[in-house]
């Protein structure tokens, strides 16, 4: 008997040995089929892996720029509102966020060395890693969600009109994960279109939504800012289809299945060690918001609501160069995988060249038009008197914002995380948060002395990763 149930289990093997080198062949062969990202004109495969993600990056956080204005028909106190909800709702998916850019970096180095199936199984580990953390996350959010508030010394106008979306965006925390990390799954594999069609199907789908739910227009119930998180749940969730329908029906170079599908722990801990730098980095940006809200809110509601309306134009555009970075990381990490280190780093200098077009371009829109800008969201005189200095602000900043934007993601997608965590917490805990408190009261700049701490804090994070990119010492890590 145990000698018939020894060849049983030798004979499962070996099928499953001749499965997988018939899915390692038919990898390679899509691989070559498709294109070969780690070959031919370097600037050319940067920009086709980068405009969707860029496309994609802006998308991702239209949502909240658009309920930003839904809010601002609701008056200033619900922007206020929103935007600390918002602020506390990116520090919650920041935790997560870490997972994605290692699973990245993995599946990047897999593609590179022809290993498909690895690919795939480095996949189905984040997944199940991200959706059990989001699913914690959110619950434990959703306990804490006044509490979180009023910690920041708000007024209860503003807490009132910030709980109920905060509640409904956290639970909504597992949508945004599974749509997202199966993003980064496609992307690492040199297929950014997929996404972006699932997150402009997201969009729409939110576009949509958010008025019905908002005001109560035809049949639906009137919910107010909770509306606006709701719309954002299920288009999360119409964008997560598809990206899933493509990784399971083998419409990408990765064909995820649940065959034969089993926890690796091995493999969870080596994403939770190259991703918890990665996530430490976001969560120290996204504190350091939160913080900044707290110092603030005692220049009023208005200068709050100004404050709001910066960060959400400072994620609109480091997103978009964001997703430029995301595009640099994998062909970084492709060709680290097939063994071209040179080839990688001419990648960053060419994302770094590419961004320098972009900021010119953002910068000047913001100086020239910063009271057309704020009134997108709100025209209440006190808000666009202090609103036009926060923006004019918020553009100069941006000039280092976006080349360190893209080599700390360029860093991270890569597989290098610690340096960007390292960075991050030298530039904002030494730097910007000092200044913060410093600026506005001993040298009497006021409420505009905590816009100028954060270019400071940009500045010196840009020096740091110049220096540090020279040095070459992120192209010899190792990620699998």
């Keep these: 008997m145990q000698d018939w149930r020894l060849a049983e289990e030798q004979s499962k093997q070996l099928t499953l040995q001749k499965e997988d080198a018939a899915q390692r062949v038919a990898g390679r062969q899509a691989l070559y089929r498709g294109r070969d990202l780690t070959s031919g004109s370097i600037s050319r495969n940067l920009w086709f892996l980068a405009w969707p993600q860029m496309a994609e990056s802006v998308l991702n956080i239209a949502d909240q720029v658009l309920d930003l204005v839904w809010a601002g028909r609701l008056g200033a106190h619900a922007i ?6 918002q602020s506390y709702v990116a520090l919650v998916m920041t935790g997560r966020m870490g997972f994605d850019t290692a699973s990245r970096a993995m599946i990047s180095r897999a593609v590179g060395a022809r290993d498909i199936p690895f690919a795939n199984h480095i996949a189905l580990q984040g997944f199940t890693l991200s959706s059990f953390f989001s699913i914690v996350i959110a619950a434990i959010g959703v306990l804490l ?13 503003v807490v009132s009109q910030g709980a109920a979306y905060m509640r409904v965006q956290l639970v909504g925390q597992v949508t945004i994960a599974f749509r997202m990390m199966s993003s980064a799954a496609l992307q690492a594999s040199g297929d950014a279109v997929t996404p972006l069609k699932a997150t402009t199907l997201t969009r729409i789908v939110h576009v949509v939504l958010s008025p019905f739910l908002i005001f109560g227009w ?22 997560a289809t598809w990206n899933f329908h493509a990784l399971f029906t083998g419409k990408s170079l990765l064909r995820l299945s649940l065959r034969g599908y089993r926890l690796d722990f091995r493999l969870l801990w080596r994403i939770i060690r190259i991703g918890t730098p990665a996530s430490v980095t976001t969560a120290e940006r996204t504190v350091a918001q939160v913080i900044l809200i707290g110092l603030v809110a ?7 609501a100004a404050y709001s309306i910066t960060r959400r134009l400072e994620m609109f555009t480091t ?8 595009a640099s990381g994998i062909l970084a990490g492709q060709n680290l995988g097939a063994g071209k280190p040179e080839r990688a780093k001419a990648t960053a200098w060419w994302a770094l060249a590419y961004v320098m077009i972009i900021n010119v371009v953002l910068c000047g829109v913001l100086l020239a038009f910063p009271s057309f800008v704020v009134s997108i969201f709100n025209t209440e005189p006190e808000l666009l008197a202090v609103g036009v200095t926060w923006v004019r602000l918020q553009a100069l900043s941006s000039i280092a914002m976006g080349p360190g934007a893209v080599l700390m993601t360029t860093f991270n997608t890569a597989g290098d995380t610690v340096v960007p965590m390292l960075v991050t917490l030298v530039s904002i ?15 009497g700049l006021g409420q505009y002395g905590i816009a100028w701490a954060v270019a400071i804090a940009m500045v010196v994070r840009l ?18």
Excluded: C, N
């Design 80 to 85: 206020a509102g929103l935007g600390v909800a």
């Design 463 to 480: 020096v740091i990763y110049g220096v540090y990119f020279r040095r070459g010492s992120w192209l010899r890590k190792k990620v699998i």
């Design 145 to 157: 969600t006044e509490w979180l508030l009023r910690l920041l010394g708000l007024s209860d106008a």
């Design 429 to 443: 805990w030494g730097v910007e948060l000092p200044f913060a408190f410093a600026l506005p009261h001993v040298w």
């Design 319 to 326: 997103m978009g160069i964001m997703g430029l970075g995301q």
């Design 298 to 304: 005692p220049f009023g509601d208005f200068a709050l």
């Design 218 to 239: 035809w049949l639906f119930p009137e919910l107010g800012l909770a509306g606006a998180a709701w719309a954002t749940v299920l288009a999360q969730l119409a964008g």
